[in-house]
C-alpha cells in the first residue's frame, strides 16, 4: 500500500482527495492536515464521511513529524505555502504532488510577477515536473516533485495542444474565455463566495490578470514551440462544480470540423480520460469524474476555429489528476481508483 | 454475472440503475428499454456514459424478446405500466425490482383509490415483497417480485420505524414534513419542471393528497402493529437531488436525545447504510451515496421529538436500494458496487 | 419629507431599506450607517445602486451626530445592537423602527434566556409596538417605538391568528415546519453560508430553540388568548430570497377547505399585503414584493388544517414590513412605495 | 392612457410586459393574448397577478378583434408568428412593437436563411424601425412598426458601438462569448429546459450559427460603416435572468482603459440606462432593471480590449426595452415606469 500525506485536507481539493485515496485500492492516508480544524474530527469538518473517516485532523508540525511514515505528500495549500515542507519531504525521500501553483512556472520570476510572493524554492524547480498527465507521462514517471496543473489550465491546455502541435491557429489569436463553479473559489468565509452573492448572477473576474495566464502560455508555447501571449478571461458561475473552457483560434488552413475531430481522437486515442465527443460538451456530464469531454466547431464565415473542454474542476482539475499522476508515479495502472462516470443529473 | 434488464432505462432512476450496474463487479446490463428514446444510442441521451455505454435503447416489444436472456428485471416505469411485463418475467423465471408503485401496496383497493387507475395484477400481490431493505431483509433474500420503496417513503420510514416498534410516540401524532429536489418529479417535459419554475422557489404539493402517504402509512402500521394515519405534506426544492424528512411525533413518556440516539444506532447497528448521527442530516452528505443519515432532538419544552433523514432520492430512494435488494436477492454482499461516500460539494 | 436614517446599511435588510426608500416618494434617507464600510461609498458595496446613490457609509459615532436631522431611524443591526442608539434617537424625538429583535419580546428575562445578552432597554419595553401591521396597525400609528417582526414569526404569525381568533384549532397542536432562503443568514463572512455549502442541499437548523420561537408563542399566545407552545423548525433551502411557512394545527371541530378560505377572506379583508389564494403558495409569486399568499387545506383523514403561508423574507418579514410601518406611523397611505408585484421568473 | 394589447402574454416576456405596464402611469392593457392559455384567468398561470390583473386570457382571433381598440400592440411570439397580425394592426393604425424577429433583419434572405422560415412581410421592412433605443431614438420616435432587438443583440451592440464608430478596433477581430440565463429559451416544455438537466452545468450552444449573429453584424456593420463578420457563442447558464456579454477585439492602437472609460462616458452621456462602471459587471446588479452596466479593460499584454456588458434578458433585453420603446414612440419621458433599480440578493 502507498501511504499518503495530505496537507490541507480540509479545502475542497483536500477533501477530493481523501475522498478518491479512501477508496484507492492500493493507497491509504496516514494523515489529513488542517491549519484551521487541527484537532477536529476530520468527519466533523465534512460529515459525508461519518464513520468512515475516523482520524483527527493534524497540524504542520504534527505532519512533518510524520513525514518519514509516508511514499506520497499530497499538498493542497495556498501558493506560497509548499516550499518548506515540500523541502522536507523530498530530503525524506517521499515523493510529493503539489496541487498549488508553488512548482508549476519554470521561472521564478514569472512566479513573483503574477503571485506576488517571493520564491523559496527555485532550487526545486529544475527537477519539478508539469503534471498533465496525457501530455507529460514519461516525464510523470521518474519524477519526485509534481506540480499538478491548475483547474483552467487543465481543460484548457487539453483544448488547444493538438491545433498548436499541428500548426493549424495562429498562435496570437488564442482567446479563452472559461466558466468554473464556485468551488474553484476555496472554502475560505468570503463575502463574496456567499451563496446569496453568487447565486442568480455571472460576473467575469481577473480580467487581463489572472494568474492561470502565464501556466497556460507556458505550457501552450511548449505546444508550439514558439512563445505565445493569449487572452484569458475566467467568468464565475453559480454552480458547485465545473469548468467550461471556451477557446478560440484563427485557422491558418481551411479545414473541417470533422477532419478536426479525427485529429483530436487520434491525438488522444491512448488517454482514457479525454474523450472527444460529437456535439458540445457540458459541465454536468463528467462532473464527479476525471474525464474530459472535448467539442469542436469550426466557423467557416470567420475562419476560426472554437474547441470546448469540460472537466470537473475539483476532480481532473484538481484531486483526480492528482491521483492520476500519483498512479504513473508508482508504477499502477493509470485509472486506479478513477474510473467513476459522472453523476447526473 | 448476474444479468439485468432495465425497462424505461432514460428516466432519472433508470440512468442511475445503469450507473451503477456498468460499475457493479457481479452485474451486466443486457438491455436498456426506453419508449422515447428507442433506437437511440443510450448515450446519446446521457452523454456521461460516452464510450462506455454503446447499447441502443431497445422497445418494449424488443425487451420482452430478451426477457429469457436476463436473470433480473429492473423496472422504472411511470405507474400502472409494470403489469404485464411483471407477468411475463416470472413466468420465464426472472425476478423482478419493480421501482414504480404497483406492488407496493398490500391492498388493491387502496391502490385504485389513490393511483386513481386499475390494478391489473391482484394475483401478485400476495407474493410481493416491500423492499425495505434494513426492515425486510429475510423476505428480500427469498422474494422473486420486489416492490422497490417510494423515496419519500424510505426516508420516512427509516427515520420512524424505531419510535414506534418501542411504543415511544402517539401513533396518531405523527406529521411528516418532507422536502424532495427536482430530479423526484421524473425526466419529462413539462413547464412545472423548468429550470425558470423551479429555481428560486419553494412550495408544497399534493398536501394532503400525495401517493406516498399510503404506503408510509402501511409500514408505519406494521411497525406499530396497530394502524395509523399521518399528515404527510411533500415540498420541492430547488436542487437536484435529495430528500429530507423532518418528522414530528408526540412522546408518551420522558426520553432524552441521547436516549434516542442510542436506541436508534441499537436498531440499525447491522445495517452499513443508515447512519445515526449527531448532530442534524443534511442531504449534501448522502448526495450521490446509498446512506440514509438520520439526527434526533427531543424537545422538551413540547414533549415531541423530531426525527429528521435524508437521503439521496434517486440512490437510496430508488435506484441504489434495487441493487441493494438486487444484491440480497442473489445472495451477495449486500453492500456490493454501492460503497460510494458522498460527493461533496 | 420623512428623513430617514439607516443603521446597518450595508447588511441585506439595510439594503432592501435602501432599495425602497429611494423610491420612496415621501421619504428620503438622510445617512447609511455601516460599521464594515464606514468612509465607503454604498454604491461600491452594492453596485446596483452605480450612480444612483452617491452616499459614503458613516460609521456609529457620525450616524448619532445627524440623529437631531431625521424624523425616522431604521435599525438593521445584530441583535443587542440597538440599546443605546434607540434611547438617543427617542430622546431627540425621532422615531425608531427596530428590524432587529431587541424589543419584539416583552419580557426582558424571556429576551435574554434566548438570546444570551443582557437586555438593557427594558425601561423602553413597555413602549415598544410589535409591528405585525395587520394585526397591530391601531397601536402602530400611534408608537415611537416599533419593533419589526422577525421573518418567520411574520409569515406564521399570518398563518395561525385566524385559526386561533376563531379557536378552531388545539392551542397546543401547533407544529410549524418553515423553510427559508440563505439571505436570512445575512451578509456576514461565514463557511456555512458559502454558495458551496449550501447549494444543492437542504438542511433543518435550531431544532427546538430557534430565536424566533418565543417571539411567535408570544403572539400566538395573544391570538388564543391563553398560552401556548409550539414546535419550530426552520429549514436553510437553496435559494436567495423566500420563506414558506407549513403550519399544522389539529381542527377541534370538523370544518372544511372551503369555510377557512372564506373565513380568511373576511378576517385579512382590508389588508391590501395578505392575499389568501385559492391553491398553494410559492415563494416565487411573492418574491420581490411586499405580499404574503397564504393557501388552506384541510385534510380530513387527520382532522389537521394546513396553512402555507410564503413571503419574501427580506420584504414582507424585513424590510418591507419596516416601511409599512413607517407608513403607518406618519400617516401616510399604507402602501406607500410598497406596490410592487413579485418579480417572475 | 395608451391602450396596449399583448401578443403571447403568457410567455416570460409576455409576462414581463404585463408587470410593467400593470405599473405604467399612462398606458393599460386592454387583452392578453395566449395561444396556449385561452380562457384561463391570468393570474392563474401567473400566480403574482392574483388579485391585480383579472383578465381572462384571449386567442388570436379576439384579439383581432379588438385592434380598433388599442393604440399600440405588443407581440411576444415565436419567429413566423408576427406577419400577419402586423399587418392587420398596422392598417388600423395600431403602432407595433415585435419583440421577436421577424422584423429585425434589414434582408428577407438573410432572416430566411438564419430562420429557415419564409418572411412574409418583407414589404413592412423597409418602414421597420431597429429599436436599440439608445442607438436610433429619433428613428423610433416617428416609427410605427418597430423591431424590438434580441437579447443577446442588445448587450453585445451596447458593448461594442463605441469602439467601432470610432475606429478603435479591426472589424474581423471581434469575439462575442455570451452567457445567458434559462428564461432565455423562453416557457415551454422540454426536457432540455428542465431544473434537472440545467442546473448545476454550462454549455454552450449554437456554436457559429445562432440566429442573433447575422443581428449583431447588421448592426456592428452600420456601427463601423462596413461590413462585418463576428464568432458569437452563446452560453446557458444556471440561473433565471440575466446575460453577460463578454466581447473581445483586437485594438488598432493603444489606448488606455481610462480613456476608453471616458469615451465610452461621453457616448453614452445622454442615455440614463447605460451605464459605464469602474469594475466589472455582474448580471446581478442589473436583475430587475432596465439597465445595462458596461465594463472595459485593455489588455496591454495581447493589445486586445475587453468589454463586458450585464442586462436582464427579460428586461432591457425585451419587455423592458419594449416599453422604452413605447414610451420615445408616444412621446413620454423615455424612462417612465422604468426606474427600477435592481433586485439584489
Redesign the interface.
Known amino acids: 500500500m502507498i501511504k499518503a500525506g495530505i496537507m490541507g485536507a480540509t479545502g475542497?481539493a483536500g477533501?477530493q482527495l481523501a475522498?478518491f485515496l479512501?477508496?484507492h485500492p492500493m493507497a491509504e492516508v496516514e494523515f489529513y492536515n488542517s491549519h484551521n480544524y487541527a484537532g477536529v474530527p476530520y468527519n466533523e469538518v465534512?460529515?459525508?464521511?461519518?464513520?468512515?473517516i475516523e482520524d483527527i485532523c493534524v497540524d504542520m508540525e504534527t505532519a512533518i513529524s510524520k513525514l518519514s511514515n509516508i511514499d506520497v505528500l499530497f499538498i493542497a495549500l495556498p501558493h506560497g505555502k509548499a516550499f518548506e515542507i515540500t523541502e522536507k519531504a523530498l530530503a525524506l525521500g517521499v515523493k510529493v504532488i503539489d496541487l498549488g501553483a508553488d512548482f508549476r512556472l519554470n521561472s521564478k520570476e514569472v512566479y513573483e510577477a503574477w503571485y506576488g510572493v517571493n520564491h523559496e524554492g527555485e532550487h526545486l524547480l529544475e527537477n519539478a515536473v508539469y503534471g498533465l498527465t496525457e501530455l507529460n507521462r514519461e516525464a510523470i514517471k521518474h519524477c519526485s516533485l509534481l506540480a499538478n496543473p491548475g483547474c483552467y489550465p487543465t481543460a484548457t491546455i487539453l483544448a488547444l495542444t493538438p491545433l498548436l502541435k499541428n500548426k493549424l491557429i495562429d498562435v496570437?489569436s488564442i482567446?479563452v474565455?472559461a466558466?468554473s463553479?464556485?468551488?474553484g473559489?476555496g472554502?475560505?468565509?468570503?463575502?463574496r463566495?456567499?451563496?446569496?452573492?453568487?447565486?442568480?448572477?455571472?460576473?467575469?473576474?481577473g480580467?487581463?490578470g489572472h494568474r492561470h495566464t502565464p501556466e497556460i502560455e507556458q505550457e501552450l508555447s511548449k505546444a508550439a514551440d514558439e512563445n505565445l501571449?493569449?487572452?484569458f478571461?475566467p467568468?464565475l458561475?453559480?454552480?458547485?462544480?465545473?469548468i467550461?473552457s471556451?477557446c478560440?483560434g484563427s485557422l491558418k488552413k481551411a479545414v473541417t470540423t470533422e477532419e478536426l475531430l479525427e485529429l483530436y481522437r487520434d491525438f488522444y486515442k491512448d488517454n482514457f480520460f479525454v474523450?472527444i465527443?460529437n456535439?458540445?460538451?457540458?459541465?454536468?456530464?463528467?462532473?464527479?469524474?476525471n474525464l474530459c469531454?472535448i467539442g469542436i466547431?469550426?466557423?467557416t464565415?470567420?475562419k476560426?476555429v472554437?474547441v470546448?473542454s469540460a472537466i470537473d474542476n475539483l476532480i481532473k482539475g484538481a484531486a483526480g489528476q492528482a491521483v492520476q499522476n500519483m498512479n504513473v508515479m508508482f508504477g499502477l495502472e493509470e485509472t486506479t481508483g478513477l474510473?467513476l462516470?459522472?453523476?447526473?443529473?
Open positions: 475542497y477533501e475522498w479512501y477508496n465534512y460529515n459525508n464521511f461519518y464513520s468512515f496570437n482567446i474565455d466558466k463553479g464556485v468551488s473559489a472554502r475560505s468565509a468570503s463575502i463566495s456567499l451563496f446569496t452573492e453568487c447565486n442568480e448572477s455571472i460576473k467575469a473576474y480580467v487581463a501571449v493569449i487572452s478571461t467568468h458561475v453559480p454552480m458547485n462544480r465545473g467550461l471556451t478560440y474523450k465527443i456535439g458540445l460538451p457540458e459541465t454536468r456530464w463528467v462532473r464527479g469524474s469531454h466547431k469550426v466557423d464565415r470567420t476560426r472554437v470546448l474510473k462516470i459522472a453523476m447526473a443529473p
